[in-house]
């Protein structure tokens, strides 16, 4: 790397997360007083509750104080929230939905991704380094109608573990793209495996896995939502089989159904993966 070259600090990650954030989602909710007030009280009363039955200490309590400072100073809430917090939600959520399952969205999805037809593939540097990946599948409804001009939006890391958006020197849209299935739903994407992501370890987040004696990994995973009019949008992501921290996810993310079973690809080159999403109406 050279002096001029800026490096994926976590800050920088940080800072462009929040920044999609804020741009990105709404940040309200229509949840009444009653139901604020619950919520917040019985969010502190488990915190208290903490407090009393492990004797927490002053010193505790003023470097979870510092901590905290440093998540917010570091732009690491969306990181943060989403490792941690984001796959209860996400239960919550889809817990009355019939067709795939879903999972966590994740603090790098970027909104607005190149359109492309039903075999694309993505925006990717010359040589860009990695295993190559045909991913491909068809898109249906709960009762098995073929979902023609379903959308595909799929984001993943490159070889090296980084998000075009948020670490430096890759093209904006390197690894993004929004696919169009064709009349009979099916698509064809051409990519290259992404590799395992570690959380970045120079932030408030790192410091806490740090400090706590975890691990700060992901499993190797694709990114997508899957659409269709009429039909509810799915948020979920792909796995692939003996990747060492399926088991054991530091974002809780994985579950058996989303579990890949690539292929040697027909061209010798690379691996074949097929997938097929079923959506609940609207
Ligand atoms: C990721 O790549 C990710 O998918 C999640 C959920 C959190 C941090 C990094
Ligand atoms: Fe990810």
């Known amino acids: 790397m050279t002096s001029t070259e800026e490096k994926a600090t976590a800050a920088a990650t940080g800072a462009s997360a929040t920044e999609r954030f804020r ?4 940040h309200t909710a229509d949840t009444s007083p009653e139901r ?10 488990a ?16 470097a979870l104080k510092a901590w905290l400072i440093q998540v917010g ?11 941690f917090v984001e796959h209860v939600v996400e ?54 109608t073929p979902l023609g001009g379903a959308e595909v939006d799929i984001w993943h890391c490159d070889d ?14 390197n690894l993004r793209g929004r696919i169009t299935a064709d009349a009979d739903g ?46 509810q949008l799915i948020t979920t992501q792909l796995y692939f089989p003996g990747d060492p921290h399926n088991d054991d996810d ?8 989303l579990m890949l079973d690539p292929r040697p690809a027909a061209d010798g080159h690379g691996v074949d993966v097929e997938y097929d999403y079923v959506l609940d109406p609207a």
């Open 23 to 26: 741009t990105d989602k709404q």
């Open 36 to 45: 604020v007030s619950l919520l917040a009280r019985e969010l502190l009363e």
């Open 47 to 62: 915190v208290h509750g903490i407090i009393r039955k492990h004797d927490v200490t002053y010193p505790e309590y003023d």
């Open 73 to 83: 100073a570091d732009g690491e809430w969306p990181l943060f929230l989403d490792v």
């Open 91 to 144: 239960e919550v959520a889809s817990a009355t939905r019939e067709g795939s399952k879903g999972t966590i969205e994740g603090p790098f999805y970027a909104p607005g991704s190149p359109e492309f037809g039903a075999e694309a593939t993505l925006p990717m540097r010359d040589g860009e380094p990695g295993t190559p990946l045909v991913f491909h599948g068809q898109v249906r409804a709960v009762d098995g």
């Open 160 to 173: 090296a573990g980084y998000y075009a958006q948020f670490a430096p020197g890759l093209p904006e849209w």
């Open 186 to 231: 099916r698509f064809r994407i051409h990519t290259i495996q992404p590799a395992p992501y570690q959380i970045p370890t120079d932030g408030a987040t790192g410091a806490l896995i740090r400090s706590a004696g975890w691990h700060a990994w992901r499993p190797a995973h694709l990114h997508m939502k899957v659409s269709a009019a009429g039909y």
């Open 250 to 257: 530091i974002a809780s993310a994985v579950k058996p159904e």
